[in-house]
């Protein structure tokens, strides 16, 4: 199984679960963050699954429609990150650390 071993790798596939987090944290919750009738502050509408519009605060309702979009992005970043610094940081020789005694 594949595993994150550079640094690099680790904090942009962590920034990748936080924004994971936060979509299913909004999405997940919507009537927490929206209303039935819209006012000055919640004029970005999403009609959900049981068919009643909500009204969001326009970053919060962008986000739970493109949140998802962001995490698969994160992710793909997180991929490349992990292979880049792969390629550009070689790994000292396995055998160096295993063989090393204490004098």
């Known amino acids: 199984?594949?595993?994150?071993k550079t640094l690099a790798g680790k904090i942009a596939a962590y920034v990748a679960?936080?924004?994971?987090?936060?979509y299913w944290v909004t999405a997940g919750a919507q009537r927490n963050w929206g209303i039935t009738i819209p006012d000055d502050l919640h004029t970005y509408g999403i009609?959900?699954?049981?068919?009643?519009?909500l009204?969001?605060?326009?970053?919060?309702?962008?986000?739970i429609e493109h949140g998802f979009w962001i995490f698969l992005g994160a992710a793909a970043v997180a991929i490349v990150v992990e292979v880049v610094a792969r390629l550009v940081v070689k790994p000292t020789s396995e055998s160096d650390d295993t063989h090393m005694e204490l004098r």
């Open 47 to 53: 009609r959900n699954r049981r068919g009643a519009d």
């Open 55 to 63: 009204f969001f605060r326009p970053e919060v309702g962008w986000f």
């Open 17 to 22: 679960v936080l924004i994971l987090a936060a």
């Open 1 to 4: 199984m594949p595993t994150l």
